[in-house]
Structures are given as structure tokens and as C-alpha cells.
């Protein structure tokens, strides 16, 4: 099983709600990361957790929050959000988080921001 | 200037052309990975190169590590083919990915 998975495909909410994205791997890697992508752009890195520990922060404002439950699932929840925060959000894991590493990229969630 | 350059931005073939992209970069890096995106979402990794050339189908990446480039070619095109190819480099100093702005490939029937 080579596959990441994201879930939901797509999510609508305003600027007041709260809601979660979800990722899940079970390909037995170790390190997994979100991204965030707007139109005609590449992607820009969020987060990164290695053997479930955040690592990597790129300065993300706080109404982002990520989780690792486990070492298959990544979360982002999200609270009070800006119209601008609207985007595709990716998901990736590797073996180890070493730059060598294929990363494995999830379909996203396509986040709009009413 | 961006770290990762690629060129060209755009490009619009025909069905069985050949199609070279490259790309450009200015940082010391430990891997460079190709990817593409189709329409719509999820991005897949097309290769991994540290040195020389790898050969996966129809699609070839070369690096030239002296010069700091490397380009994909794609033979026989077909219009399946058409997506956003993403070259994006590890920098020596971190694993994190820098991303090049992407190719826009359009191959035509």
C-alpha cells in the first residue's frame, strides 16, 4: 500500500468554525508533513513530524494546529480562519524525513474559507 | 531570485514530441526530486537524483551536479502527459523541499 490518504476532498467553512483535516499512511513511515498550496503556486511547507514529534514549524499562525496521534495519522485543525488561508492542503510522508526520501503525497483537501 | 528556477514556465506540444524541461537551482543540495500535478490536486514522485541520469518508461531525469541543473524529458508525448512538473531540491543544510515554480505542460492530440 503506497497510498496517503486526506479526507474530506473538499470543505467549505467560515470564518468561525472549527474543523479538522485528516491524513492517514500505512506505509510504515516515520515522518509526515502538510503543505499548503494556492493556485499556480507550489506547494509551501507547513508542518513536519518525525516519529510523532513536531519538528519543523514554518512560523504557521496559531489558528493552524497540527496533531499526531499516531505514527499513521496527521491532523490539522482549524479555528478562525481567513478568507485567505483558502487553498489546497497536502499531505505527504516519507520513510525517515531524510531529504533523500521519496516523499508520498495524499490527493488533498481543497480548503474555501467563506 | 528564487533558489529553484525553471524554464520554461509554459509549454504546449504535440502528440510524440519530445519535451525537455530544466531546472535550474543556487543552493549546495544533498537530492533533487522531480514531481508532477495534474489538475485538481495530488502531486506524485517522479524521481530522485543525487548524480547522473535515471530512466523510468518514457520519462528520463539527468543532474549535473557541477553546474547546478538538471532537466526531464519526456519521449513520445502524449497528451496524458499533461500536468505541472515540479523539480524541487533538499538544501545541504536541512531536509526540507524548495520548490521551483513549475512547468505547465500541455501535450495536444
Known amino acids: 500500500d503506497t497510498e496517503v490518504t486526506q479526507t474530506p476532498k473538499h470543505l467549505v467553512m467560515g470564518m468561525t468554525n472549527k474543523k479538522s483535516l485528516k491524513c492517514e499512511q500505512h506505509m510504515g513511515h516515520r515522518a509526515m508533513y502538510w503543505y499548503k498550496q494556492k493556485a499556480k503556486k507550489p506547494p509551501e511547507l507547513m508542518f513536519v513530524y518525525s516519529y510523532e514529534k513536531l519538528s519543523i514549524n514554518e512560523s504557521v499562525p496559531s489558528r493552524f494546529s497540527p496533531e499526531c496521534p499516531n505514527s499513521s495519522l496527521l491532523n490539522l485543525h482549524l479555528h478562525a480562519l481567513q478568507p485567505e488561508d483558502s487553498a489546497l492542503y497536502l499531505c505527504a510522508s516519507s520513510q525517515e524525513g531524510a531529504g533523500s526520501d521519496t516523499q508520498y503525497f495524499g490527493p488533498g483537501t481543497r480548503l474555501t474559507v467563506l | 531570485k528564487n533558489e529553484v528556477e525553471q524554464s520554461p514556465q509554459n509549454l504546449t506540444a504535440q502528440e510524440g514530441e519530445f519535451i525537455t524541461i530544466n531546472c535550474s537551482y543556487s543552493?549546495?543540495?544533498?537530492?533533487l526530486h522531480w514531481l508532477q500535478q495534474h489538475p485538481g490536486g495530488g502531486i506524485v514522485s517522479l524521481f530522485m537524483?543525487?548524480?547522473g541520469k535515471k530512466k523510468h518508461g518514457r520519462l528520463i531525469a539527468t543532474i549535473n551536479i557541477q553546474e547546478k541543473h538538471s532537466s526531464l524529458h519526456i519521449t513520445a508525448s502524449h497528451p496524458r502527459d499533461s500536468a505541472v512538473y515540479i523539480c524541487a531540491v533538499v538544501g545541504g543544510a536541512t531536509n526540507k523541499l524548495i520548490f521551483g515554480t513549475g512547468t505547465l505542460l500541455a501535450v495536444q492530440p
Open positions: 537524483l543525487s548524480s
Open positions: 543552493v549546495g543540495i544533498s537530492a
